[in-house]
Each structure stands twice: as C-alpha cells, then as structure tokens.
C-alpha cells in the first residue's frame, strides 16, 4: 500500500454563531469567531490517497488529475468565499474546521475513487498553522 498526498490552498471568510442564541451567548460560546463582520482564515487542504502503484504508470494516480479534481470540487466552490453563505455543500452547517474537514472529504470520495484501485484515505485541513482537523471517513 502506498499514500500520497496533495496540498492545496484557499482563502475564505466564515462566522461561528447559532441564529437561535443571542449576541451574547454566541460571544460567550464561540468568542471573536462570533463577529457579526465575519473573519478570515488561509486554509491549508492535504488530500491523502491510498492504494496500490500501477506499474504500467509507475504511480498511483496521475497528481496533476488529483489536482483537477481538487480543483473542481472545493477550491473553486471554497476560495475567497463566505463558508457560511456562498458554499452550497456547508448550508445548514455550523463552519467548523471540523465540519468543512468533513464535506470535502464527502465531496472528493466519489470522484477520487472513480479511479480504479485509488481509495481516499484522508483529508487534513489547516486553519491556521496551530490548529487542523483530520477525517478519515466513516
């Protein structure tokens, strides 16, 4: 078995806070991510990849392909947008690393494994350089 993995990079802004609760409790709860004026972050993306090498290519995945799907799927829906209100695949959901680690996972899988023997094994994505968030799946 052999893992690679790509980074990819995009901007974009989001805000932490519940419709539901008050300017206070949001402030209380989620801290200076609770700003009605929105904050950015510059996210750092790692696409890891399982499977075995096809010895044909010599690789297990054409790296400029995975790019192209990375490209399609979340940088152009995510880069210099509102993850709260611009990102159709974020709408009802809280803007967490956690949860944006997540959908893009759900939003790669598909189209990563539509190539023969190539499995997702993880995505990392980084808020800042000291916070991240990892899914595996499942």
């Known amino acids: 078995m052999i893992y690679i993995t790509r980074r990819e990079h995009f901007n974009a802004a989001h805000r932490m806070y519940r419709e539901e609760w008050s300017a206070e409790k949001n402030v209380e709860v989620f801290g200076k991510c609770a700003n009605p004026n929105w904050h950015g972050h510059n996210y750092n993306l790692f696409v890891t990849l399982k499977g075995h090498v096809d010895y044909t290519k010599a690789y297990l995945m054409d790296l400029k392909e995975l790019k192209a799907i990375i490209n399609k799927h979340i940088i152009e829906k995510l880069d210099h947008k509102n993850l709260n209100l611009d990102v159709a695949f974020m709408k009802g959901k809280m803007a967490t690393t956690e949860l944006l680690c997540i959908e893009i ?23 800042t ?5 990892e899914y595996f799946g499942g």
């Open 105 to 127: 996972f759900n939003q790669l899988k598909t189209p990563i494994e539509d190539n023969e023997g190539v499995f997702l094994h993880s995505v990392k994505l980084y808020e």
């Open 129 to 133: 350089e000291n916070n991240s968030a």
